[in-house]
């Protein structure tokens, strides 16, 4: 029996392109079909929001196809809930961007551990899976 993981939008986008960058024990746990990989629908948010500023150009089929996509990856997606939303406006961490917030108040309500590369998960209050070269 396999483990949840809550994904960080950059470790999604670097599954989904193949990204040298995503370390070798992340590919495992999520390549592995025991595992519950789940994306909160804030990462769909923050795709179609870079793509839409040029940050992301790369992603016009995947904002064009995210749900056909999720299906075929056997992802989970995790709609955002009110409870979500108020845990991210109130964290108690000095970190400004929307989306990270998002994903932080999730894993730590929904009790998930994030699978991320980014440092400014490692606030305390959640379990973060690095990602290491």
């Given amino acids: 029996m396999g483990m949840s993981y809550l994904l960080d939008t950059h470790v ?5 392109f193949d990204d040298p960058r995503l370390g070798t024990d992340s590919r495992e746990i999520i390549a592995n079909p025991d595992n519950s990989i789940i994306l909160s629908s804030v990462s769909a948010w923050e795709i179609a929001t870079k793509y839409r500023i040029g ?20 992802f989970i997606e995790l709609p955002i809930t009110t409870v979500h ?28 551990p994030v699978i991320t590369y980014d440092v400014a998960f490692q606030t305390g209050l959640i379990q973060v899976i690095p990602d290491p070269k």
């Fill in 12 to 16: 999604f986008l670097w599954w989904l």
């Fill in 55 to 74: 940050k992301l150009p790369e992603a016009k089929q995947l904002v064009e196809e995210y749900s056909q996509v999720l299906l075929r990856a056997k």
């Fill in 85 to 112: 939303a108020l845990r991210a406006g109130s964290l108690p961490i000095d970190h400004r961007d929307p989306f990270d917030r998002m994903i932080m108040a999730t894993a730590e309500i929904e009790n998930l």
